[in-house]
Structure formats: C-alpha cells, structure tokens
T-cell receptor
Framework: QKEVEQNSGPLSVPEGAIASLNCTYS??????FFWYRQYSGKSPELIMS????GDKEDGRFTAQLNKASQYVSLLIRDSQPSDSATYLC????????????FGAGTQVVVTP | GAVVSQHPSRVICKSGTSVKIECRSL??????MFWYRQFPKQSLMLMAT?????????EQGVEKDKFLINHASLTLSTLTVTSAHPEDSSFYIC?????????FGPGTRLLVL
C-alpha cells in the first residue's frame, strides 16, 4: 500500500529558529510533491510544490526533494508564532494523476 | 492566484434533511475537483473525484447515493449530503485542480442535529 509518512509532532520551535519537517513516501514513481499548511479549523493552503531533485526556495520556506531516498522535507527559517500550524506533505501517486496522497501532518508550535 | 470558494461556510440542519454544498473555482477552470471530509484531529479523507461532464468517482466506503456530486461546469461542483444524520457532521472541503496542483476551498462545517 502506498504511504506518505510524517512525524505527527508536536514539533516545538523557538521563535526565530529553523523548523525542519520530514516526509517519506513509498511510491517510487511519484512525480509531484506538495507542502500544505493547515491552521486549526481551516482548510489547507499551498505553501510549496516541488518536482525535481534538489532545493526550492520561496521566502522563508525551502523544500528539498530526494527521489532516490524517497524523501521530501520543508525548512522554515526565522520561524514566527504565525507559523504554528499543521503541515501536510502530499504526493501525487504515479498511477493517479491529479489525486493527492496526504501524510497525517506534523504539528508545529513556535514558541515566543 | 488560484481562488476556490465554498458555500455555505457553515450549516446546521435537522436529521433527515439534505444539504447542498457548492465549490467554485473563481479565477480558473477546473476539469477536476475533489471532495474531502475531515473529522476533528484527523487527516483529510478523500471522498470522491468530480470530473466535469462525467460521473464522479467515489473512494471505497463512500456511499455514492448518499453523497451526490454534480460537476456541471468547469467552475462549479456541488456535493449534496442526502438524508443527513448526526454522524455526517464534519468539515467538508473541496479542491480544484489547476495543472497538477490542488487548491482548496475554505471548507464547509456541517452540523446535523
């Protein structure tokens, strides 16, 4: 069974520090990878998408993809209390175009 | 941007009634939309894939006669919860696909009394 795994947390991060979130996936032919942020009681919002091996930076966020290791990560630099949320890793399985397979999410708590 | 709206944002209904939820892509056309349900402190659960002009594809365990999906245009999909019961109370979220990316609506919180 295809799986996307994340540590559930909570990941406690001091304000201003770097939060590091990890995600592994089991489907080797997955091509598209996404990070979503979900605040409590709200719907997910897209933070980053990444399709190629390596790093992709957008503001304070950096996504890293390693297809050989089936690993995707998200770094949040200069963490702010407003970054406190659940971060969902999502992968497009190789045989289901458009569908997303979600991890359970990692809760991040940024402490002032 | 890619904006997806949902209406209503919150609905309370009596047991046995039907509730319709609308999902619209406001600034792009979406051939495919998805419907999810999320219970408190749980992850998103995909209910069905909605394709414009064709029948929806339901995930295993989701009753197609209870959760009616209509995708009448490239910007609108509707989910109707028929004969709602208290166990249907949940957070219903739609998403619309642009390219390979899903953009989520703000969700509809349903409470069935």
């Amino acid at each position: 069974q295809k799986e996307v795994e994340q540590n559930s947390g909570p990941l406690s991060v001091p304000e201003g520090a770097i939060a590091s979130l990890n995600c592994t996936y089991s489907d080797r032919v997955s091509q598209s990878f996404f990070w979503y942020r979900q605040y409590s009681g709200k719907s997910p919002e897209l933070i980053m998408s990444i399709y190629s091996n390596g790093d992709k930076e957008d503001g304070r966020f950096t996504a890293q993809l390693n297809k050989a290791s089936q690993y995707v990560s998200l770094l949040i630099r200069d963490s702010q209390p407003s970054d406190s949320a659940t971060y969902l890793c999502a992968v497009t399985p190789g045989d289901s175009w458009g569908k997303l397979q979600f991890g359970a999410g990692t809760q991040v708590v940024v402490t002032p | 941007g890619a904006v997806v709206s949902q209406h209503p944002s919150r609905v309370i209904c009596k047991s046995g009634t039907s509730v319709k939820i609308e999902c619209r892509s406001l600034d792009f056309q979406a051939t495919t939309m998805f419907w999810y349900r999320q219970f408190p402190k749980q992850s998103l659960m995909l209910m069905a894939t909605s394709n414009e002009g064709s029948k929806a594809t339901y995930e295993q365990g989701v009753e197609k006669d209870k959760f009616l999906i209509n995708h009448a245009s490239l910007t609108l999909s509707t989910l109707t919860v028929t004969s709602a019961h208290p166990e249907d109370s949940s957070f219903y979220i739609c998403s619309a696909t642009r390219g390979e990316t899903q953009y989520f609506g703000p969700g509809t919180r349903l409470l069935v009394l």
